[in-house]
């Protein structure tokens, strides 16, 4: 389902749904050949991510901490399924450490998956396979063990190497216990895909049930975000199901003087499009927000003035310090969008424009859908995000902090400066700092750098 609703579309996920009966009553081979070909016939094999970029997030969740423990101890590590390679290679590699991936290849023409699995598994045999195999000493200092899910693995050949084979069934499954976040090999940072649920049968009936309702919804919700003031809107979206949450020392108690002749610099971490909206409702006033990147439909819908940032230095610094002379500015200095509990490295040239600078802590829950994306369309990011029943939003402003202009200690430079900002606010949320940029999350996730241009900030 997340292939078919990822890499295809909600009718190619409708169409898989109403086939679940069929799939149910017939045998496990062909209800997976169904599966294969709904999800994967005409689907572009270059641009296939999903595996990559979107199943590793749920396939750890779903990770045994038991079975983990015993694989953690093996050496050389195989990994076996009926499912096509690229479903699960990145997954157990780069996250299991796994040495070497056995699945089914899928048939393609033209660049594109035709849905059909190859006949034969992919026969990749290690030099441990081999030695064995051409009569190698059967004492070599170590144990081949064997761990199945499926009473038929003595059909693969890899398991007639093994001195003991395990059978893991399904009430062992429901037993174990889940792998814990900070076990994970592999820190997952970084994910993408627009589901935030595991679509189960029934998760799946629920989505596709609240889809039409949620479409409307979200449209109403933009209607009344754009055309309304705070005082009427607020109230408005809080009943359609939108919460926020606002914490902190300055959040009930900041205002600025309206003679004051430069605006407050307010730089929160990244969440979705939507995090200076918020910051405007919590502090009850239109603000200047400064972007990375912005699609033309966000700006369209976008209630408050957005001035894109050009990533040259020089250039962005004058903007920025002009936008504060008009009024309060804010800034996402991440340059992208974080789902998980991590910080990504903040740029430091707010730190230099200005010498009032308030942190803001945001964080996120959602039900239903992602409002980011690396890989899809922008402009519908804030779409999903309103589509969900009842999204939270949780915003804290920090103690104001100073900027390089008024900072007495010449040995402090904009990137101390900025690391601090970004640890009081990862202190505020028990977020983790990182080091990580938004060239490494579109690396990661997309393939590319997720700029045209080259960044010199």
């Not at 598994?121 to 170590?142: C, R």
């Not at 009936?205 to 809107?233: C, T």
């Not at 964080?363 to 992602?370: A, E, K, Q, W």
Request: hydrophobic share 40%; proline share 5%.
């Amino acid at each position: 389902m997340l292939v078919a609703f990822e890499a295809g579309n909600f009718l190619r996920a409708l169409v898989l749904f109403l086939l679940c009966p069929i799939i149910f009553f017939v045998s496990d081979e062909l209800g997976l050949k169904i599966m294969v070909m709904v999800c994967f016939f005409g689907v572009k094999k270059d641009s296939f991510r999903i595996g990559t970029a979107v199943l590793p997030k749920f396939f750890l969740e779903d990770v045994g901490l038991e079975a983990f423990e015993v694989l953690q101890r093996g050496g050389n590590k195989v990994g076996v399924s009926k499912l096509p390679q690229v479903m699960i290679e990145s997954f157990l590699k780069d996250y299991l450490e796994i040495d070497m991936v056995i699945g089914k290849e899928l048939k393609a023409f033209g660049g594109y998956f035709l849905g059909i699995m190859e006949e034969e598994e992919s026969h990749i045999v290690s030099p441990l396979w081999e030695e064995q195999e051409h009569g190698g000493d059967d004492d070599m200092g170590f144990d081949t063990i064997g761990i199945s899910t499926s009473n038929k693995f003595n059909d693969h050949q890899l398991f007639s190497y093994c001195k003991e084979v395990y059978l893991v069934g399904d009430s062992d499954k429901r037993s174990w216990k889940n792998l814990p976040r900070d076990r994970y090999p592999k820190k997952l940072v970084f994910h993408d895909g627009r589901l935030a649920l595991t679509p189960t049968p029934l998760e799946t009936l629920a989505i596709l049930m609240w889809l039409p309702l949620g479409i409307a919804l979200a449209i109403f919700r933009i209607i009344v975000g754009k055309s309304l003031p705070y005082d009427v809107s607020f109230p408005l979206l809080c009943f359609s199901g939108l919460r926020l949450t606002l914490g902190g020392p300055k959040a009930q108690s900041e205002t600025l003087p309206k003679d004051k002749p430069r605006g407050t610099l307010y730089v929160c971490n990244h969440r979705t499009l939507l995090d200076p909206l918020y910051i405007c409702v919590a502090l009850k006033k239109n603000l200047h927000a400064v972007t990375y990147s912005l699609s033309k439909m966000s700006e369209i819908l976008s209630p408050i003035k957005t001035v894109r940032l050009t990533r040259n230095r020089h250039r962005d610094g004058k903007m920025m310090e002009k936008l504060l002379n008009q009024g309060d500015v804010v800034v996402c200095p991440e340059g992208t969008t974080c789902r998980e509990p991590y910080l990504l490295r903040f740029s430091p040239l707010f730190t230099e424009i200005s010498d009032k600078i308030i942190p803001v802590a945001i964080n996120t829950h959602v039900g239903m859908f992602h409002g980011t994306t690396a890989g899809g369309l922008k402009c519908l990011d804030p779409l999903f995000y309103l589509m969900n029943p009842s999204p939270i939003y949780t915003v804290q402003l920090l103690e104001k902090v100073s900027g390089l202009s008024t900072c007495r200690d010449g040995n402090r430079s904009s990137f101390d400066v900025a690391n601090y900002v970004q640890g009081e606010i990862g202190k505020a949320l028990g977020f983790e700092c990182t080091k990580l940029t938004r060239r490494d999350k579109y690396l990661i996730l997309a393939g590319n750098e997720g700029i045209a241009s080259k960044c010199t900030i």
